[in-house]
């Protein structure tokens, strides 16, 4: 098992997505997100900082609410009316009431003095009117007394109502002040009393709010100092690649076979219009000959951020190192190296541990041009709205099941991907011989309520254009038989680019793109046998032994996608049986050599095996031991083992003796995949329309 990628099974796209937001619900579940919120202080406050940032915290009201002090809502005069409610009103004499107003309208008297100007923005102190006209005031005058007050200032204490300065008739000489009969000489009259647009303790916003520009305006009113918002993911985005033009200044003559990088600025805006929850990170360019520069590069990324898309070198060129440096040199773990898809086959997902004990998800993008902008779209957006938002809040869909991959099953199903249409195609397309094709796609919404879609044109990977105001990805399953053609007319499923429909994003549970069909049976093969044992390999024959075995015509086909020969170790086998279940196999068929004295062997191995099992069958076994019997008697003497691997979708591992294989096999085909299907959780199986 090399880490070269043509070994790794193309896995089905929608089994891509899946590992990647398990992988990405397992990081949060474990609280492997460092710093998940940012608090910003008031000091440090701009607007363009939160706007669109998601609160982390509800935000308070701080004391006394807001307004913060009593303030005027009109342009006019403050006064002291009868009936003030706070208790400070032992000054009698300077109340004024709706008789005296009546009295001094019939007789033309002032009914205030007016000693001071207030206006907006004032402090308490603010003395406005000098100080040797107050002095003369209050000597020649009993009246009580008024201030000029201007709408939004503050009203002083002394003072309960405004009367706006439309009811009030002012002496020549501004001293002396009538206020009009009509004016409404109740208490807070024209006065927002502190606290009255927002009570102090109450909640502005509420935690998990996006900040809309009304909410920045509320933060401001609230008096906090600090605001505590969701971080948003650091995704950082490296092109690779001697290829790229560094220098577009440089002469045509020493720029020949350069071109530009496009890939980077794609993403990088591409992750702008992602909204809050991404803040891209431009990491540049490096070469893709030099293995220690890249793997530094990387390094550096890693801990700089918390999801990075490199582009370029993840084929099989000899400048494809990518994946070396990603798994050899950085330590990471490899999820897929393929995927069933054009463009992007070669899409690498990738989890690296960093210091701290925090792991980083790694996308290695393919360098062309409409195969990263795709697997950005398809693969990196859920991963990251995912990583932002933390686990979903399901609303007690989710069950907590004993064992932890049962539910991290469970919580992928609730995590959201791309909205999804069935549509009709405007044309026949041909279909791509070997893989699923995602098709660029226009959309056309019909009358009756359905759509029809066109094709961009020309799908070559490395044609930007064929992505030039495409909506969709039309999902074209690969030519089989006959079927050598998409006709017009024919309906398919269709992922959304863009939300110009309106459509919200799928959750895994519901979509159709994520919907199991009655596919080949994908499996993995393992043959081991004890050290120095000096016999053949036998995986060739056995695996076509094998794929006849489990296949039948109304169970559809098997197919052996990956396979190997371990000598001895059975250790190493745990971690192939990990890998093949990541690779969405559905069966591992594990078979020991079984000359002359290997009884012990093939125990050792099948007691081994027994362990990393849940839900052992052994009323499969002993089927499937009489099944070989009846091909070999010999094969009665060995030990079968039938069990459930839970990791992910769930592998059936089946361990028997290297004879009566097929026997043994086709004698519980059936069983096993009903077995599979019931251990996975489903009830029915799903077949194709
Ligand atoms: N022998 C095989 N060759 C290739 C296979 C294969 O299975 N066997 N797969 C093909 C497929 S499919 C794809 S897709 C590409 C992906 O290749 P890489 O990821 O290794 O990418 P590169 O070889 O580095 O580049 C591919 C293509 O894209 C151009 N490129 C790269 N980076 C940028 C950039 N930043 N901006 C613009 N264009 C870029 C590069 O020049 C190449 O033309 O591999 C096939 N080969
Ligand atoms: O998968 Mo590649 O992306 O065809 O061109």
């Known amino acids: 098992m090399g880490q070269d990628s043509s070994t790794h099974p193309m896995v089905p796209v929608p089994e891509a997505i899946r590992m990647v937001m398990e992988e990405t619900v397992r990081l949060l579940w474990n609280d492997q997100k460092p710093n998940p919120t940012t608090t910003l202080s008031s000091s440090s406050f701009s607007w363009s900082m939160l706007l669109n940032s998601v609160l982390a915290e509800d935000v308070m009201m701080k004391e006394p609410g807001y307004p913060d002090y009593n303030a005027s809502i009109m342009d006019g005069y403050a006064i002291r009316v009868v009936g003030r409610s706070d208790g400070n009103n032992n000054d009698q004499d300077t109340e004024f009431t709706a008789d005296q107003a009546e009295t001094a309208a019939k007789q033309s008297s002032w009914t205030h003095r007016i000693v001071n100007k207030v206006y907006a923005g004032d ?82 916003l509420a935690k998990g709010q996006t900040i809309d520009p009304v909410a920045i305006g509320l933060i401001l009113q609230s008096g906090v100092e600090t605001v505590t918002v969701k971080r948003r993911t650091r995704v950082g985005v490296l092109s690779t690649g001697n290829e790229l033009l560094l220098d577009p200044s440089l002469p045509k003559s020493e720029t020949k076979g350069k071109i530009p990088d496009v890939n980077r600025p794609i993403l990088l805006s591409l992750l702008s219009t992602y909204g809050s929850c991404c803040e891209p990170v431009d990491l540049g360019t490096v070469r893709d000959d030099n293995v220690d520069a890249m793997t530094k590069t990387v390094l550096h990324a890693l801990e700089n951020c918390d999801v990075v898309i490199t582009t370029g070198g993840v084929s099989m060129g000899e400048t494809d190192i990518v994946q070396h440096v990603l798994v050899d040199k950085c330590g990471g773990t490899l999820h897929f190296g393929r995927m069933n898809m054009k463009p992007g086959k070669p899409t690498t997902f990738v989890t690296v541990p960093v210091t701290d004990g925090f792991k980083k998800l790694v996308f290695a993008l393919p360098g062309n041009p409409v195969s990263a902008t795709v697997c950005t779209q398809l693969l990196v957006k859920p991963c990251i709205d995912l990583y932002f938002q933390g686990i979903p809040d399901s609303q007690g869909r989710i069950k907590i099941a004993k064992d932890e991959t049962q539910t991290m099953q469970e919580i992928v199903q609730e995590t959201c991907v791309h909205p999804e249409i069935m549509a009709k195609i405007a044309h026949d397309i041909v279909l791509d011989k070997k893989r699923y094709e995602y098709h660029r796609v226009q959309i056309e919404s019909m009358e009756d309520g359905t759509y029809q879609v066109v094709s961009t044109g020309v799908q070559r990977s490395s044609r930007l254009m064929s992505l030039r105001n495409a909506e969709g990805l039309l999902v074209l399953p690969p030519a089989q038989g006959d079927k050598t053609k998409a006709l017009k007319g024919e309906q398919y499923l269709v992922l959304l680019l863009n939300n110009t429909l309106g459509k919200s994003p799928m959750r895994i549970r519901d979509s159709v793109h994520f919907k199991k069909k009655a596919r080949q049976m994908q499996v993995a093969v393992v043959e081991v046998l004890p050290t120095g044992f000096k016999q053949a390999s036998k995986l060739e024959e056995t695996c076509s032994k094998i794929e006849d075995a489990l296949s039948g015509s109304n169970s559809g086909n098997a197919r052996v996608v990956s396979r190997a020969t371990f000598e001895e170790s059975i250790d190493k086998l745990y971690p192939f049986i990990v890998q093949s279940r990541r690779d969405a196999v559905d069966f591992i068929v594990v078979y020991c050599f079984t000359s002359e004295g290997q009884f012990q062997y093939n125990l050792s191995v099948a007691n081994t095996l027994n362990k990393h099992l849940t839900k052992c069958a052994t009323s499969l076994a002993l089927q499937a031991r009489q099944g070989g019997a009846s091909e070999d008697p010999k094969a009665a003497l060995f030990e079968v083992v039938v069990g459930y691997v839970p990791e992910g979708d769930g592998s059936m591992l089946i361990c028997l003796p290297d004879t009566g294989v097929q026997g043994a096999l086709s004698n519980v085909r059936g ?15 799903h077949h194709h329309k």
């Open 123 to 204: 402090g308490e102190s603010t003395k406005r009117l000098e100080q040797g006209r107050q002095d003369d005031e209050q000597q020649s005058s009993s009246l009580p007394t008024a201030v000029y007050i201007t709408t939004g200032a503050m009203v002083p204490d002394t003072y309960n109502c405004v009367v706006p300065i439309e009811e009030c008739h002012v002496s020549e000489d501004s001293k002396h002040l009538r206020i009009a009969p009509s004016a409404d000489l109740k208490p807070q009259t024209w006065i927002r009393p502190m606290g009255c647009d927002i009570p102090p303790g109450s909640v502005v």
């Open 671 to 685: 069983l096993l995949k009903h077995g599979l299907n019931l251990a996975r959780g489903k009830v029915h199986n």
